[in-house]
């Protein structure tokens, strides 16, 4: 059973941090094209950070050098450091991976920043 499954969204103050993870089951495992979006109310997914399928990353541009995408692959996880957050980083976090041209989605994490 291919799954994805976020943790470490929260509460926290503007410039304060957090770490969301997400970790990979089933035939995700290993995956290469792995992503974080997130998505504000009444906003549509956006794109925050991904691994490409050669291993390189991408940022939107109103996270870089704020955020950080990373991966244990012996633990098939994969992460996103969220540093000087601001309350326009206020969304739910998703995780994705795509195989065989197939979209997985993991449920969310809410992230809340507060000014």
């Known amino acids: 059973q291919a799954q994805l499954v976020e943790s470490g969204g929260g509460l926290v103050q503007a410039g304060g941090s957090l770490r969301l993870s997400c970790v990979a089951s089933?035939?995700?495992?290993?995956?290469?094209?792995m992503g974080w979006y997130r998505q504000a109310p009444g906003k549509q997914r956006d794109l925050v950070a991904t691994f490409t399928g050669d291993g390189s990353t991408i940022y939107a541009d109103s996270v870089k050098d704020r955020f950080t995408i990373s991966r244990n692959r012996a633990r098939d996880t994969y992460y996103l450091q969220m540093n000087s957050l601001k309350p326009e980083d206020t969304a739910v976090y998703y995780c994705?991976?795509?195989?065989?041209?197939?979209?997985?989605w993991g449920r969310g994490t809410q992230v809340t920043v507060s000014s």
């Open positions: 089933g035939r995700i495992r290993g995956v290469n094209l």
């Open positions: 994705k991976s795509t195989v065989a041209g197939i979209e997985y």
